[in-house]
Structures are given as structure tokens and as C-alpha cells.
């Protein structure tokens, strides 16, 4: 076994191959990952958060209290610090900080911003149920399936006489029933 290794080792060595590593060589491929994961729009477990008219006001309150400067440009000098401002603040607004996001808060205009974007979290499917579309988009929310038995439309007849309609989720079981199509072949 030994000897075989060591054979590799040595083509390894006068082949001049490479050995690759784990760690992406550029920050490209993580960047276009992580737009690519922003763009989708996933329903993360966010609460709503509409914004108060008064956010900054609140935010110089919150300073005054902790005796900070509350200059929009003022740097939170320590995490101690920090930590004890987004407290208060979570205390006062209701709605925390996301750990994704406490790297990007690093001045007092950084929070005020924070907190006065608003967080939506309708899916953008049933957003659409909302929008005014143009005459001629229709979008069906509640598809119909074919079944034989209970189809109307076309007295039972289908375009695809040999394909099953099969029901394999759990959430559509109780809902939507399932058709096995009979075969002309064992």
C-alpha cells in the first residue's frame, strides 16, 4: 500500500499537477451567488416592519439617553456600545436587526436608515393579486386539474390519453384527486 502511494506521489510530482483547494480562487463566484440569492426574493421568516414617521427623531431620543453624539456621521466606537444602542432601538421600534445586517450598521445614519426601510413580506406571487394587470394578462391563482370523471368541459376526453395525473404533495392530496391513465401494455 505504501509503495503504491508513493508512486502516486511521484507522478503528483514530475507531472507538475496541481492540487486544488476548497476556497474559490476570486470572489466573483461568491458575489454572483449571493446576488443571485438576493434577487430571488425568498419569504425569509421576517416580520413586517412599517416604519414610524418619526424615525430619526427617535433614534436622536434613543442617543441623548445612552449619551451618544447623534451626529448621522458618528461611528459606534465598541461592540459594548453598539450593542446597548440596537438594543434600545429594538426596544423602541419593535423590530430587531437581522444578523445578516449588523456588519453594515457602523454609524448612527446607518441605523436611522435601517430603520426607516420598510420590510414587505407578501411573496411577490400574491402581490400580483393586488396589482391592477393589463387587460390582456390573466393569471389563474387557483389552477383546475384534469380529472375524467369530473371534467365538463371536454366530456372526459384528454389530449394525453396515456398520461397519469398524479397528486404527490401532501398540501394538494385533500384537495386535488389523482388520475392513473389505463395502458394499451402490461
Not at 492540487?19 to 466573483?28: E, F, H, V
Not at 411573496?123 to 393579486?129: F, G, I, P, Q, T
Not at 371534467?151 to 397528486?167: C, E, I, M
Request: net charge positive.
Amino acid at each position: 500500500m505504501q509503495v503504491y502511494l508513493g508512486k502516486i506521489f511521484k507522478n503528483l510530482q514530475t507531472r507538475g499537477n496541481k492540487c486544488y483547494s476548497t476556497k474559490p480562487k476570486s470572489g466573483g463566484e461568491l458575489k454572483a451567488l449571493a446576488q443571485s440569492l438576493s434577487s430571488k426574493g425568498f419569504l425569509r421568516p421576517y416580520k413586517q416592519y412599517v416604519p414610524p414617521e418619526n424615525v430619526a427623531d427617535q433614534v436622536k431620543n434613543i442617543c441623548l439617553s445612552l449619551k451618544l453624539s447623534s451626529e448621522p456621521k458618528y461611528k459606534l466606537a465598541n461592540l459594548d456600545e453598539k450593542f446597548k444602542f440596537l438594543q434600545s432601538c429594538f426596544t423602541d421600534f419593535k423590530h430587531s436587526v437581522p444578523n445578516s445586517k449588523l456588519h453594515e450598521l457602523k454609524t448612527i445614519g446607518d441605523v436611522i436608515r435601517f430603520y426607516k426601510t420598510p420590510v414587505n413580506t407578501t411573496v411577490s406571487y400574491d402581490a400580483l393579486k393586488q396589482i391592477k394587470l393589463p387587460e390582456n394578462l390573466h393569471i389563474q391563482y387557483d389552477y383546475v386539474r384534469f380529472h375524467p370523471d369530473t371534467d365538463t368541459k371536454f366530456n372526459g376526453q384528454t389530449a394525453f390519453p396515456k398520461s397519469s395525473t398524479l397528486v404527490t404533495g401532501l398540501k394538494y392530496r385533500g384537495r386535488y384527486e389523482g388520475h392513473q391513465a389505463k395502458r394499451s401494455w402490461p
